[in-house]
């Protein structure tokens, strides 16, 4: 028996129905696996306050369980590259450091140097010892020898770690059934007076992202010549979550250099020519 040649259109309609059962099915998967509606998932999210200045006087205990305040990371004339995390992070905070780890020891720029790194706990649970165990896990992971203090690690009471969360914009909760805290993935920037200069988002910082925010965030103060020609011709755009080349800047720059180096060219033909005439007189 001949079975005739199934149609374009009811093939394109079983493909169609089929994507939707797929979406369906997947949407109840994730739903079941969540256990979380829409609501509860928008508290997960980064309000930004770019420009604005996070307390200083915070209180905290760092990784060598000394007593210290946000402030004693600041006013150093260096920018800060500053995260919020939990040492008992089952994921997303161990990838969140394992990319400061990685992109730092990738930069010419030197933690301690140039600018400083401080993660601070949102688990007011978390102790300094537990902090200790991770600040020396990733100074030993590091390929760069930096000195102890220029990574902190710091723990705290709920209301000072929340207040700084408040600050940043970092909207994260506690999920009590499963005993871990929901929270995105992101990264800040600030100058040395705690002004938040730059949001970086995800789990793998760009080298050219963080070398650009930093320069940013140090407000003239730190970066060589070639990282402020750089931060030029480069700005952040929101929409694709880091810097992008912008061509106006570039053709600015351009024509400038080119101004440049016609001036040197004309001086010294200028100067060739008088001298020149000079000698023919002589």
């Known amino acids: 028996m001949n079975r005739r040649p199934t149609s374009p259109m ?13 979406i369906a099915f997947g949407t109840q998967v994730f739903a079941q696996i969540s256990g979380k509606n829409p609501q509860e998932l ?9 420009g604005e200045t996070i307390p200083l006087d915070l209180q905290f205990v760092d990784h060598n369980g000394n ?18 995390a939990y040492y008992e992070c089952p994921m997303l905070c161990t990838l969140v450091l394992n990319g ?9 720029w030197q933690p301690g140097e140039d600018y400083q790194i401080v993660t601070v706990s949102i688990d007011p649970r978390e102790t300094p010892s537990l902090a200790k165990s ?4 990733y100074l030993k992971s590091m390929e760069k020898n930096i000195p102890g203090n220029s990574w902190a690690f710091l723990v705290g009471e709920e209301d000072q770690s929340r207040q700084l969360a408040d600050a940043l914009g970092f909207n ?14 992101v990264s800040y920037v600030l100058t040395d007076r705690g002004k938040i200069t730059r949001y970086l988002y995800g789990i793998k ?11 940013e965030g140090a407000e003239g103060k730190v970066g060589s010549t070639v990282d402020k020609v750089l931060l030029y011709c480069y700005q952040y ?27 040197i060219f004309l001086g010294i033909f200028w100067w060739r020519e008088k001298h020149g005439d000079r000698q023919q007189v002589t």
Do not use: C
């Not at 009811?10 to 797929?22: A, D, E, K, N, Q």
């Not at 991770?134 to 896990?137: A, I, P, Q, R, T």
């Not at 912008?246 to 001036?263: F, Q, R, S």
């Open 237 to 263: 755009n929101p929409d694709e979550d880091g810097y992008v080349l912008m061509a106006g800047n570039v053709m600015k720059l351009g024509g400038a250099v080119t101004v440049v180096v016609l001036g």
């Open 67 to 84: 007593e210290v305040t946000l402030r004693d990371y600041f006013n150093q004339d260096k920018p800060v590259l500053l995260t919020l």
């Open 134 to 137: 991770k600040h020396d896990m």
């Open 42 to 50: 928008q508290k997960i999210d980064v309000n930004e306050h770019l």
């Open 10 to 22: 009811i093939m394109f309609t079983r493909i169609v129905l089929f994507g939707i059962l797929i």
């Open 100 to 108: 400061v780890r990685d992109t730092a020891d990738s930069l010419s």
């Open 205 to 215: 910082i760009p080298k050219r992202d963080l070398r650009l925010a930093l320069t």
């Open 172 to 185: 994260y909760y506690y999920v009590e059934d499963k005993d871990i805290y929901a929270h995105p993935a």
